[in-house]
Nanobody, 122 residues
Framework: VQLQASGGGLVQTGGSLRLSCAGS????????MAWFRQAPGKERQFVAR????????NYAESVKGRFTISRDNAKNTVLLQMNSLKPEDTAVYYC????????????????WGQGTLVTVSS
């Protein structure tokens, strides 16, 4: 499956952005999906995960209460609503299709989008 992430940009501290991940070539509706992020010089980090139906979600502690992951299976899309953004949220954000293993580990995911850059200014 091909994944296209969009919605990144430059925002001030406290602002909001909504990221979108659109799938093509195959339906995403039967897969658990996740968002990861990677800041310069750092490892890729788990952000949020949603199961195939949208009924189960997990978040990194650092974003809990500020970010919301959702999905629209009819549109073959996964979303990440980011509120109360902080400078430490600055990173390239990637969406990914879960394969197997630990949900929190990037190695458990197969297909990845190209990433979208989020920059939060202080």
């Amino acid at each position: 499956v091909q994944l296209q992430a969009s919605g990144g940009g430059l925002v001030q501290t406290g602002g909001s952005l909504r990221l979108s991940c659109a799938g093509s070539g195959r339906t995403l509706s039967t897969y658990d999906m996740a968002w990861f992020r990677q800041a310069p010089g750092k490892e890729r980090q788990f952000v949020a995960r949603i199961n195939w139906s949208g009924g189960d979600r997990n978040y990194a502690e650092s974003v809990k209460g500020r970010f919301t992951i959702s999905r629209d299976n009819a549109k073959n899309t996964v979303l990440l609503q980011m509120n109360s953004l902080k400078p430490e949220d600055t990173a390239v954000y990637y969406c990914a299709v879960y394969s197997n293993g630990d949900y929190y580990h990037s190695g458990s995911y197969g297909d990845w989008g190209q990433g979208t850059l989020v920059t939060v200014s202080s």
